[in-house]
């Protein structure tokens, strides 16, 4: 297991590999987690549609969707809500914050691009059936006619969950513990309800394909509150918090 002062300086580089990495590489890495936690959000969905009992069909679904999130560890993929602890390299000033924010909203942009892929894959495959499409598309309603400020809490809780899980996996130093150290947290995530916005880009686009009752405009609404949420919870309150405690256990 990796010290806490080693977590932090792997998070570090990382945000320094980040922004130097080639554009066309961090491109086609985000829009494969895109497609990752895409894959992951449809056996949740089948699971939660097709499981008698309700409760038990998101019980089971939580425990399976964690497998995008496990892809993208293993295989290198760049996805917004994890990259947003990058930002630890800004504060260490290793990084300046435009480089940082340029390979943040590229990631985000492919993420975007990645889950698009798959919901228009998915559809043209015909494994949503129709009452799969109700399933997604009652969800995709309830997300883009809440509360704005809801919406945002939401997105703030989310984001710390799923940050504080994928740092416990980059406390481990083998797959299996990788795997077991953020599977929890991230089913947590899912059970929770709260607001992921590389999920929502799949939700939403999957139903507003499908012909669900939502606008553009409630989607784009959806994926900016979201997206900012979310960069709180992981950027400012878990980055935060921990550059904090690094640099007070360095004093």
Not at 115 to 144: D, P, Q, R, W, Y
Request: aromatic share 10%.
């Amino acid at each position: 297991m990796k010290s806490f002062k080693e977590i932090m300086e792997y998070i570090e580089h990382a945000g320094v590999s980040k922004t130097e990495r080639n554009i066309k590489a961090l491109v086609i890495q985000g829009i494969l987690a895109g497609m990752f936690i895409a894959i992951g959000a449809i056996a949740y969905f089948r699971l939660v549609a097709y499981t008698e009992d309700p409760g038990v069909g998101k019980f089971l679904g939580a425990l399976i969707f964690p497998t995008g999130i496990i892809a993208i560890l293993l295989l290198g993929s760049e996805l917004f809500t994890s990259d947003c602890m990058a930002i630890l390299s800004v504060y260490k000033k290793s990084v300046k914050m435009g480089r940082f924010m340029k390979m943040l909203t590229t990631v985000l942009a492919a993420n975007l691009v990645g889950a698009v892929i798959i919901a228009l894959l998915s559809t043209g495959a015909g494994i949503f059936s129709e009452h799969m499409i109700e399933v997604i598309s009652n969800s995709a309603i309830a997300k883009t006619t809440m509360p704005v400020g809801q919406m945002f809490i939401s997105a703030v809780l989310c984001n710390i969950i799923v940050c504080s899980g994928v740092m416990m996996a980059y406390s481990a130093k083998t797959v299996a513990g990788k795997i077991l150290a953020v599977w929890f947290p991230i089913a947590v995530f899912v059970l929770s309800g709260t607001e992921h916005i590389v999920a929502n880009m799949f939700y939403l686009v999957m139903a507003f394909v499908n012909g669900a009752n939502i606008t553009v405009s409630g989607i784009l609404i959806s994926f900016v509150v979201v997206a900012i949420g979310n960069f709180v919870g992981g950027a400012v309150i878990i980055a935060g918090a921990n550059y904090y405690i690094d640099k007070e256990l360095a004093a």
